[in-house]
């Protein structure tokens, strides 16, 4: 699957986790038409989701780039945050998965039982809402960890 494949697979699953219940903090649910909202990333969300050991640890030897944050916004849902880190010389789909699996278990991510990439979790942040991981192949050896949040701005209530 190329880049865009891939890119297009990403926003639609986005999509469908946002839709089961991806929004921030308390507080920040807002009402009115979309159309009339800015679209902002939500600094705390970003700070925390920079820490999550799925973003900062990587398999043994595989290097890393920096995680690189993205906001999707448009006149109609779905639209989202986004960190993404590319990880390279990572090895096997199946150590790869073992790896995320571990890690994501140990710090508080569910895996789905019916995930279609390498790896695909959610874990429920302090407002009762969820973030969407996945792992996604990208090459032979090459990954890209992606976590999904909803724009403070866009946040539907979830309470």
Do not use: N
């Amino acid at each position: 699957m190329g880049r865009v494949g891939v890119f297009r697979t990403a926003v639609v699953l986005a999509a469908l986790a946002l839709s089961l219940g991806g929004c921030g903090r308390l507080g920040d649910a807002i009402s009115g038409d979309l159309s009339d909202r800015a679209c902002h990333p939500d600094p705390e969300t970003v700070a925390a989701l920079r820490q999550e050991p799925v973003l900062t640890r990587t398999p043994p030897g595989a290097p890393a780039r920096p995680a690189t944050e993205t906001v999707s916004c448009g006149d109609e849902p779905p639209s989202f945050g986004m960190l993404d880190r590319e990880v390279t010389g990572a090895g096997a789909a199946d150590d790869v998965a073992g790896f995320y699996a571990d890690l994501g278990r140990s710090s508080g991510w569910e895996a789905f039982d019916h995930g279609v990439h390498v790896y695909d979790a959610g874990k429920p942040d302090d407002t009762r809402c969820t973030w969407r991981l996945q792992v996604v192949s990208t090459a032979e050896g090459t990954y890209h960890v992606q976590i999904f949040y909803t724009p403070r701005d866009l946040r539907p209530t979830c309470l």
